[in-house]
């Protein structure tokens, strides 16, 4: 069955702390891996699409990467405005059918 | 261009009673994807919709259903309603074809 699995759930970070998050996939065939952010009671905002192994894009602090296994969304000093939730999404073809398995998500507050 | 947009924002509703949730798809776009997204989860895919048709459905029970009208825009009507089925409910656009899709605000769902 194809999962979608993010980790940690919740990150806590000081202003200027770098660090990874974590998105692992169970899929057969990826066709790509998108990085959303979702601010509270907001819809998903498109980050990134990552198409194949090795692949890096960046914007402002954030880089993601992307391996035969998992991809990693790597936060650079951050900074408070970039508390949101982090969801990666992988899609998935049955037929006609274009849809997104997400993983849960992880919570990252960033404090001053 | 104009993103995908919503509506209504916000509403309340009883056990029993049966709600139409309204999405305008990004210029251009001809697909459209309806998600529910539970706290704490991630996005949950319903149905999709291309050239007013369902051509693809979740794992949601038939009293979720949907309509696509010919200027792609897209209705969620859900009957019956149950406590559960409080959510925030996503709509996403996309180019038939193409992976990348692009979510509205979302439509908070609370069911009493």
């Known amino acids: 069955e194809d999962q979608v699995t993010q980790s940690p759930e919740a990150l806590r970070l000081q202003e200027g702390e770098s660090s990874s998050l974590n998105c692992s996939y169970t899929v057969s065939g990826l066709r790509g891996l998108f990085w959303y952010r979702q601010d509270p009671g907001k819809g998903p905002e498109f980050l990134f699409t990552?198409?194949?192994a090795g692949e890096e894009k960046e914007k402002e602090r954030l880089k993601a990467t992307l391996t035969k296994k998992e991809s990693f969304l790597h936060i650079t000093a951050p900074k408070p405005e970039d508390s949101a939730t982090y969801l990666c999404a992988v899609p998935r073809y049955g037929g006609a059918t274009n849809k997104l398995i997400f993983g849960t998500g992880t919570l990252l507050a960033v404090q001053p | 261009e104009t993103g995908v947009t919503q509506s209504p924002t916000h509403l309340i509703k009883t056990r029993g009673q049966q709600v139409t949730l309204r999405c305008s798809s990004q210029s251009g776009h001809n697909t459209v994807s309806w998600y529910q997204q539970a706290l704490g989860q991630g996005p949950q895919f319903i149905f999709q919709?291309?050239?007013?048709?369902?051509?693809g459905r979740g794992n949601f029970p038939p009293r979720f259903s949907g309509l696509q009208f010919p200027n792609y825009s897209s209705e969620l009507n859900v009957n019956a309603l149950e406590l559960d089925d409080s959510a925030l409910y996503l709509c996403a656009s996309s180019l038939a074809g193409h992976i990348e899709a692009f979510f509205g605000q979302g439509t908070r769902l609370t069911v009493v």
């Open positions: 990552l198409y194949s």
């Open positions: 919709y291309y050239r007013e048709e369902e051509n």
